[in-house]
Each structure stands twice: as structure tokens, then as C-alpha cells.
């Protein structure tokens, strides 16, 4: 148990549904993550939020929207997603050390395991 | 950013001392150096980070010599739960953009 939890752990949906994946740490962090894992690749990161603002987007398609409501939750709405989006979606937490240097250890959720059919 | 690079695979037995080198010969000054371990479908847990020369806490240990172009993590006396992938990740804020690299797939056997 890590402090991060992810929901719903596993979840199947066609290419024409909107759905959420539900991200909440109670670690008292204030930087949070969504990576994306796909079969026998490394994970790619999404999305950064620091202090609840978007800091980082690698070049994410526009079908992943994230929201960051507060420092303890983190949402990935998903919209008209393709077959190719399968994958692990992991959240991730930090005390972002900026300014004090070094790399905050990042604290990884379980997942949530997204087929796309 | 600093590029890493690993072994793509090690296999050890039981009890042996496991050392898995990652290079990073463009890390900055200010980059710190982090492990983090991952079993399959689960998330990545952070084994150790450090800065320079050794730094041991009570899963492993980390070696970076003097230049700080590589780093060295050693896990004494393996088991077969130790079976994993290991990434080394160099930075200088959990804020920055992250890169995982492929990392290193340790196979541990009876």
C-alpha cells in the first residue's frame, strides 16, 4: 500500500465511450503523475501537475484530458479512445523538491488496466 | 535531460550480489540519481536515490564514482522475489520531465 489509489483497476471500453480513471493520494504531496505503460515498453510519462497546475504534457493526444480539481486528486477523462491506447495507466505522487533540489521519490498507484476494443 | 543507459537483462542465482550499472555520461551538476524497481502490472517503487559516492539504505546500495557518468546498483544476497525490472532515472526535480528508459529485467533462479 503506497498512499495512492487508482480506480477502477481494470476497465474495457469501445472506441466510443467517455470514461474516468480516478487518481487520490493521501500523502500530502503536491506534484502528481499519470505515465502510460504499454506491453513490454517503457512507461511514458502524460502529465505533471504541481500545486494543481498542468506543468508537463508530452505531446498527449487530445482524447486524454486530465484534471487536477485538488492536490490529492487526479482524473484522466478518455474520449473516443483506439485499440492502440491499451494499456497500464499508472498515477504517480511527489513532494515537488524544486526548489530544495534533488528528485522527490514519485509514490506509483496499482494502475488501472484499460483494454480498448 | 539526462539519458540513461542499462543492460536490457542479468539472470543471478539465490544469495548471489546482484550489481546492475546504468551510464549517464551528460548528467548535470545538479541531477540526482534515482532506482526504482517494478514487478510486472504494478507500479514502480523507488529502491534509492543518491548523489554522489555511496549511499546505502536497507534494500541496496548505490556506487556513482567520481565523475558521476555512471552509477551502480548493487542488492546483496538476492531472492527470487527480487525478480524484476530495475530503472535508473537522473534528474534534478520531480516536476522536470521524466524518462524511465527500457530499464533492466532481473531474473533471479533457484
Given at each position: 500500500e503506497t498512499g495512492v489509489t487508482q480506480t477502477p483497476r481494470h476497465l474495457v471500453m469501445g472506441m466510443t465511450n467517455?470514461?474516468?480513471?480516478?487518481?487520490?493520494?493521501?500523502?500530502?504531496?503536491?506534484?502528481?503523475?499519470?505515465?502510460?505503460?504499454?506491453?513490454?515498453?517503457?512507461?511514458?510519462?502524460?502529465?505533471?501537475?504541481?500545486l494543481e497546475e498542468r506543468v508537463e504534457n508530452n505531446s498527449v493526444p487530445s482524447r486524454?484530458?486530465?484534471?487536477?480539481?485538488?492536490?490529492?486528486?487526479?482524473?484522466l477523462h478518455l474520449h473516443t479512445l483506439q485499440p492502440e491506447d491499451s494499456a497500464l495507466y499508472l498515477c504517480a505522487s511527489s513532494q515537488d523538491r524544486a526548489v530544495a533540489g534533488g528528485m522527490g521519490e514519485q509514490f506509483f498507484g496499482p494502475g488501472t488496466r484499460l483494454t480498448v476494443l | 535531460l539526462a539519458k540513461t543507459t542499462q543492460p536490457i537483462s542479468m539472470d543471478s542465482y539465490e544469495g548471489q550480489e546482484v550489481n546492475i550499472t546504468c551510464s549517464?555520461?551528460?548528467?548535470?551538476?545538479?541531477?540526482y540519481i534515482t532506482w526504482y524497481q517494478q514487478f510486472p502490472s504494478q507500479g514502480p517503487r523507488f529502491?534509492?536515490?543518491?548523489?554522489?559516492?555511496k549511499v546505502t539504505n536497507e534494500v541496496a546500495s548505490l556506487f556513482i564514482p567520481a565523475d558521476r557518468k555512471s552509477s551502480t546498483l548493487s542488492l546483496p544476497r538476492v531472492s527470487l522475489s527480487d525478480?524484476?525490472?530495475?530503472?535508473?532515472?537522473?534528474?534534478?526535480?520531480?516536476?522536470?520531465?521524466?524518462?524511465?528508459?527500457?530499464?533492466?529485467?532481473?531474473?533471479i533462479r533457484p
Open positions: 467517455k470514461k474516468s480513471l480516478k487518481c487520490e493520494q493521501h500523502l500530502g504531496h503536491n506534484a502528481m503523475y499519470w505515465y502510460k505503460q504499454s506491453a513490454k515498453k517503457p512507461l511514458e510519462l502524460m502529465f505533471v501537475y504541481s486524454f484530458s486530465p484534471e487536477c480539481p485538488n492536490s490529492s486528486h487526479l482524473f | 549517464h555520461n551528460n548528467i548535470a551538476t545538479n541531477d529502491i534509492i536515490q543518491g548523489y554522489k559516492t525478480t524484476a525490472v530495475y530503472y535508473c532515472l537522473v534528474g534534478r526535480s520531480s516536476a522536470s520531465k521524466i524518462i524511465f528508459g527500457s530499464g533492466t529485467r532481473l531474473s
